[in-house]
C-alpha cells in the first residue's frame, strides 16, 4: 500500500509542476498567498506547495524568508505560510506586514 500511496503522491506533485511551470513568478506568489491564506491541510495542498516551493526555488527565487531548511542535507524542513511580495530586485519573497 504505501509504495501504491507514493505513487499517487507523485502523480498529483507531477501534475502540480506542470501547473506551475507555464505560469509567471508574480502567479506563483499568488498561489503561495492563497496556500497563506487557506486555513485547512489536505494532502492535496502539501502536493501543490511542495510544487510551489521547487518551482520557486528553480527559477532563482529567495525564499528564505518562509523556508526553514535542515543544512546537512539541503531539504526543506518547513515553510511558514505567510502573505508575501515579490522583489524582483532581490528575487526574493518578503513577508508583508
Known sequence: M??????????????????FQNQTILQLVDNFNQLANSHGWTAERSYSS?????????RGVDVSSVVKWDDGRGQVLSVRYIPVQYDEASKSLIPMS
Not at 501504491?4 to 506533485?13: E, H, I, K, P, T
Not at 511542495?50 to 528553480?58: D, N, P, T, V
Request: hydrophobic share 35%; glycine share 8%.
Open 2 to 19: 504505501k509504495k501504491q500511496d507514493s505513487s499517487y503522491a507523485q502523480l498529483r506533485v507531477g501534475f502540480y509542476e506542470n501547473r
Open 50 to 58: 511542495m510544487a510551489l516551493m521547487g518551482e520557486m526555488i528553480c
